[in-house]
């Protein structure tokens, strides 16, 4: 029997993701990626197993997920505390994407980028292939749409501060498409609470190290983390924290101080902040932004277009052989987030072309509790009023209520043996 051809859409961590797990599992893969690097938001990110996310990390490399040790081997800093937030550890944003493309080519994933998908074609109940900008359709048994809910300029518009140029790139390499949206998948999109707006804007912004003061930068390489007083007359507003899309983050420390973090560059965890405004902090007085470039004015708006698909990131509707991974299948906020996801959704679409059983992630780990959780609050209006992350806010408190969170190794990985699941996505189907 001919090994399966799986395409995935996107090549954020949750397309990688799906990318390597399709990869390990028996098929021929091809990674799609509409600019010239991999990752997305994942090339200004940086922060992963703070909080629950350690759990969720250990109990994916006990199964097989090692696109986490590739993360480990490019860290900055580990064990890093700041407001809210321990063990946190920080990967180097200038290192990261080099890593994750060597380790797809190791592993055999064609890696196309610079290949915007335009439109899909079906055949019955299945998606037949996908067409890319400037090459020939592509075929294949099965797809995964990893296309994330941002990099549409029109939604930063009009729901935004406009366009601050973000690492996204979209007038570059164009708009992302959602394949989902092309085979009439039903889908979502996130509302504040309060429902005065919809969309969540990106938490973070990076500033270039040279324009940060030397004693600040000289904490921050030793520790990972600082936190700078704001002087009260130039203090963020409060209304900022509700604009997140990092919900985790919206503590009162993160108005009273600008809390920075070393990823490479610096990690200013904030939507965004007037420059003028920054600039009369101690020590910013020189601040300048890297990403986005207008940082002073707005960041990227996200969570348009969550997809509906069952707890096995299969998509619900006209097809049978599409697959979610990432925030395509829910208002999953964060890298560990779209490992986890797309890591599920890769496999799976292995097994759908061999005709096994889906894989559904079992409620006793971190990792399953989440998926199914958060994928059955996505059906409900409510539940997409509301951002789900292993770090912080409302699922970090189910999972801890849940005892679900540990950062004991011993215990996470008898965890995943005692569900038969140990190297799960390392076993290659037949």
Same mark, same amino acid.
């Given at each position: 029997m001919r090994a399966p051809k799986i395409v995935v859409v996107g090549?954020? #961590?949750?397309?990688?993701?799906?990318?390597?797990?399709?990869?390990? !599992?028996?098929? &021929?893969?091809?990674?799609?990626?509409?600019? *010239?690097?991999?990752?997305?938001? @994942?090339? +200004?990110?940086?922060? /992963?197993?703070?909080?629950?996310?350690?759990?969720? !990390?250990?109990?994916?490399?006990?199964?097989?997920? *090692?696109?986490?040790?590739?993360? *480990?081997?490019? +860290?900055?800093?580990?064990?890093? &505390? %700041?407001? =809210?937030?321990?063990?946190?550890?920080? $990967?180097?944003? $200038?290192k990261i994407e080099p890593a994750v493309k060597e380790y797809l080519k190791e592993l055999g994933v064609q890696i196309l980028t610079k290949a915007r998908v335009i439109d899909v074609a079906k055949e019955g109940e299945k998606v037949s292939c996908v067409v890319v900008e400037g090459l020939e359709p592509i075929k294949a048994d099965a797809f995964v749409d990893a296309t994330g809910t941002s990099a549409v300029p029109a939604n930063c518009t009009k729901y935004g501060n406009g366009c601050a140029m973000c690492i996204l790139r979209c007038h570059s390499f164009g708009?992302?498409?959602?394949?989902?949206?092309?085979?009439g998948v039903e889908e #979502?999109? @996130?509302?504040?609470?309060?429902?005065?707006?919809?969309?969540?804007?990106? @938490?973070?912004?990076k500033l270039c190290k040279d324009s940060v003061a030397p004693e600040i930068v000289r904490e921050l390489e030793e520790k990972g983390s600082a936190l700078v007083p704001v002087p009260l007359e130039v203090r963020e507003e409060e209304k900022l924290l509700s604009m997140k899309a990092c919900q985790q983050y919206a503590l009162e420390e993160f108005i009273e101080n600008l809390v920075l973090l070393d990823t490479g560059p610096v990690k200013?965890?904030?939507? /965004? %902040?007037?420059?003028?405004?920054?600039?009369? +902090?101690?020590?910013?007085?020189? !601040?300048r932004y890297e990403d986005p470039i207008a940082g002073g004015k707005g960041n990227s708006m996200r969570y348009f277009g969550f997809a509906n698909c069952t707890p096995e990131l299969q998509a619900i509707g006209p097809v049978d052989n599409l697959f979610c991974a990432g925030e395509k299948a829910g208002a999953m906020v964060g890298h560990t987030e779209a490992i986890v996801s797309g890591t599920l959704a890769g496999h799976n679409a292995v097994r759908r072309v061999f005709g096994e059983k889906l894989l559904r992630l079992p409620d006793?780990? !971190? +990792? =399953?509790?989440f998926v199914n959780h958060v994928i059955a609050e996505m059906k409900k209006e409510e539940g997409r009023q509301y951002k789900y992350t292993f770090s912080g806010s409302i699922y970090f408190k189910r999972m801890s209520q849940k005892n679900l969170y540990t950062t004991n190794i011993t215990v996470i990985k008898e965890r995943v043996k005692k569900v038969g699941l140990r190297s799960i996505f390392n076993t290659k189907l037949v």
């Open positions: 090549g954020g #961590w949750g397309g990688c993701a799906a990318a390597a797990s399709a990869r390990k !599992a028996g098929a &021929e893969v091809i990674l799609l990626e509409r600019t *010239d690097m991999l990752l997305g938001t @994942g090339l +200004v990110g940086g922060i /992963f197993r703070n909080n629950g996310r350690f759990t969720a !990390a250990e109990e994916m490399l006990e199964m097989g997920a *090692d696109i986490f040790s590739v993360m *480990d081997n490019c +860290v900055t800093h580990t064990n890093v &505390e %700041f407001p =809210g937030h321990k063990h946190a550890s920080l $990967y180097n944003v $200038y708009p992302r498409i959602s394949i989902t949206t092309k085979v #979502w999109i @996130g509302k504040k609470p309060d429902n005065s707006s919809i969309g969540a804007m990106s @938490g973070s912004c200013l965890m904030t939507p /965004f %902040f007037p420059l003028e405004r920054l600039r009369k +902090v101690p020590g910013m007085e020189r !601040a006793e780990l !971190a +990792v =399953g509790d």
